[in-house]
């Protein structure tokens, strides 16, 4: 689709510039006539490439995810937001009055300020998805390329309507996620604390009781006091060596190889690696199944979605099929020789291909890895449970038994 640099001045006299993907000039005569606009010049700078989201650098993502850890801009908030426009604008009402009036009804006032940015943004002639752009701690990439694909196919009603559902079906993905990993991380939380004051506070004292005795120690106490000498005396320098390991990792997760291979890496994780190549693939499955059905071609549609994965090594995988596919190969034949996607997928997405129904099957696909992604978390919580309450006992019970041990040695050589 070609993609057209423009500029044009608004009927109050203010001019406008921007780049937009449109199917040709006459489109965006249109576009910009709905805007209260007249073209005044147009360049087609590219063909097929869509206007993307201005890479950051290493300070600017960091700032940027510091700006979203501290944003109370909560995901609920956004789901409905979307879901209130999408049912506004799909009744007929114009999109800067929908804006304008979501922005009225907001509680949230950092929510309320960012819409009203974006309604003033529109009403200068930025396109919705360039004015949610500039607001990336709010809206993740995969929202502005959704709608920026709604805009270029004149589906935004239909957008908006599907990027809604997908919204709370991931929601409710990632909250049985949390309540059923809450427990255990809670477990494993309370034993390192049960174990850290144990060898920092209460192992000390009988050290000192035992220095007095004259008989010779067990090994497992010996051990034990030994281990509990070293973190009492150099637990500083061991939080400090913990800290610049987690520091070092996080900045080689910034660089572009390293972030690679560890999103590699992490999918050969045993038991979470699959549950989390399900959770991409339920999440590519229902994304391409959108835009397929909004009546986006297929290489545009898997450029948006490879933008948005929040996987580099799967990113690359897909990016790479939508080259095989712009040469002439099919979307199953270009997917098969990449190794990374699940053996049901390819043969649903063939099927779909045969029978023409192809986003019909990637939303069965969808639904299927979805409930594959629920049953998996509860099963394993189910199993660990139980395993890491052992493992505390264990912990713990060792402990125990190795500082009283001596003493009921004394105990037994006085019977």
Request: charged letters at 20%.
């Amino acid at each position: 689709m070609p993609v057209f640099q423009y500029k044009a001045k608004r009927f109050d006299g203010k001019m406008i510039s921007g780049v937009i993907e449109l199917d040709n000039e006459m489109t965006l005569i249109d576009r910009l006539h709905r805007k209260n606009a007249v073209l005044l010049s147009a360049i087609q700078v590219e063909e097929g490439k869509l206007p993307r989201i201005p890479q950051a650098g290493l300070i600017e993502k960091l700032r940027i995810k510091l700006k979203k850890a501290f944003s109370p801009i909560s995901s609920n908030e956004i789901l409905l937001f979307t879901h209130q426009l999408a049912a506004m604008f799909s009744a007929g009402v114009p999109l800067s009055r929908c804006l304008e009036s979501l922005a009225k009804d907001l509680k949230n006032k950092k929510f309320r300020d960012v819409v009203s940015d974006i309604y003033r943004d529109i009403e200068s002639g930025d396109d919705l998805s360039e004015a949610m752009a500039k607001h990336s701690h709010v809206f993740n990439k995969l929202y502005i390329n959704m709608i920026h694909a709604g805009e270029s196919s004149g589906t935004l009603s239909t957008i908006l309507s599907q990027l809604s559902y997908y919204q709370e079906t991931a929601m409710e993905i990632r909250g049985k996620l949390k309540t059923a990993l809450a427990y255990p991380i809670a477990l494993i939380f309370f034993s390192m604390v049960v174990t850290f004051i144990l060898l920092l506070f209460v192992i000390p004292q009988f050290s000192q009781v035992y220095s007095r005795f004259n008989t010779a120690l067990p090994l497992p106490t010996k051990i034990m006091l030994v281990i509990s000498g070293t973190v009492q005396h150099g637990y500083m320098w061991y939080l400090a060596f913990f800290f610049g390991v987690w520091l070092s990792f996080l900045i080689i997760l910034q660089t572009k190889s390293g972030r690679y291979t560890w999103d590699r890496i992490k999918l050969r994780f045993p038991i979470v690696g699959p549950i989390m190549v399900k959770g991409i693939f339920t999440q590519f499955s229902r994304t391409l199944s959108i835009l397929l059905k909004s009546g986006l071609p297929i290489i545009q549609s898997l450029r948006i979605i490879s933008e948005s994965i929040p996987n580099t090594y799967i990113e690359k995988k897909v990016a790479e099929c939508s080259v095989k596919i712009q040469k002439g190969a099919t979307i199953s034949e270009a997917f098969s020789e990449e190794k990374v996607f699940p053996q049901l997928m390819l043969q649903m997405i063939a099927s779909g291909e045969e029978s023409g129904t192809l986003f019909a099957m990637l939303s069965k696909v969808a639904d299927f890895y979805q409930q594959q992604v629920s049953t998996t978390v509860a099963t394993l919580t189910s199993i660990l449970e139980p395993v890491l309450i052992v493992i505390l006992g264990l912990i713990i019970g060792s402990i125990a038994i190795s500082i009283f041990l001596p003493i009921f040695r004394m105990g037994g050589a006085f019977h």
